[in-house]
């Protein structure tokens, strides 16, 4: 059985997605490209998912336009899977990514529609990885509470970026969700197809939840 830590991660890293960017102050305004991709991409995250009265099907339609188009999905898959994506066919592969992708849509989707925090985001600082991509540290501020220290890793393609891991306080997404794939994985007998229907069930009671709160 799959547990909810690592969903539970990528919500805690979702939150950095949905401060307005109207808590930017012009002054503040990040001059460096990858910082600037960061601000915008918790902008178009927060239109897209915050606010009540957009119904669930319609936030997770443009979640997931924005996933798939500011995150390298693929090689977020392959490094999760690890040295299983080497041994998985081709079709387990896609239906690896597939499923991966439900899952992240329609966790971080539902999660916080309807967050009405006052949340302050602020970029620390970037630091260039060479051939490696670059990485924008940020920070989430919210009253009386600690702040939440994020680093976006990014990596370089034509004419912009792309996020391949999240950072939270120290915990890599990736690594997590590797960590506890890999163990649903052993303890189907070292099998992906266990790891595949493990996901299928999870997709399944995610829809269903959405389902229910549509009704």
């Known amino acids: 059985m799959i547990s909810r830590r690592p969903f539970l991660l990528a919500a805690l890293g979702g939150v950095s997605l949905l401060v307005s960017p109207l808590r930017l102050a012009a002054a ?23 606010g009540k009265g957009v119904p669930d099907q319609e936030r997770a339609a443009r979640f997931r336009t924005l996933f798939t188009t500011d995150v390298d999905l693929v090689e977020i898959g392959r490094r999760v ?8 066919t081709p079709e387990q592969q896609q239906e690896f990514l597939r499923l991966f992708e439900d899952i992240v849509v329609l966790t971080w989707s539902t999660r916080f529609k309807d967050y009405g925090g006052d ?15 670059l990485t924008v540290s940020s920070r989430v501020e ?18 912009g970026f792309r996020v391949v891991d999240l950072v939270v306080e120290g915990s890599s997404m990736a ?19 266990g790891l595949l229907s493990a996901l299928r069930a ?8 959405t389902s229910a709160a549509r009704n």
């Open 202 to 209: 999870k997709v399944s009671d995610l829809q269903s939840g």
């Open 175 to 193: 690594v997590t969700y590797q960590s506890e794939y890999a163990s649903v994985i052993r303890a189907k007998g070292d099998q992906i197809d």
């Open 142 to 159: 919210r009253d009386r509470q600690q702040p939440i220290m994020l680093q976006w890793r990014l990596k370089r393609i034509e004419g």
């Open 28 to 50: 503040e305004a990040p001059a460096d490209p990858a910082a600037a991709f960061i601000s915008r991409l918790a902008d178009a995250a927060m239109q897209t998912m915050v």
């Open 81 to 88: 899977l690890g040295r299983y994506w080497r041994i998985a």
């Open 119 to 133: 949340l302050r985001h602020t970029i620390v600082g970037t630091v260039d990885d060479g051939d490696r991509g």
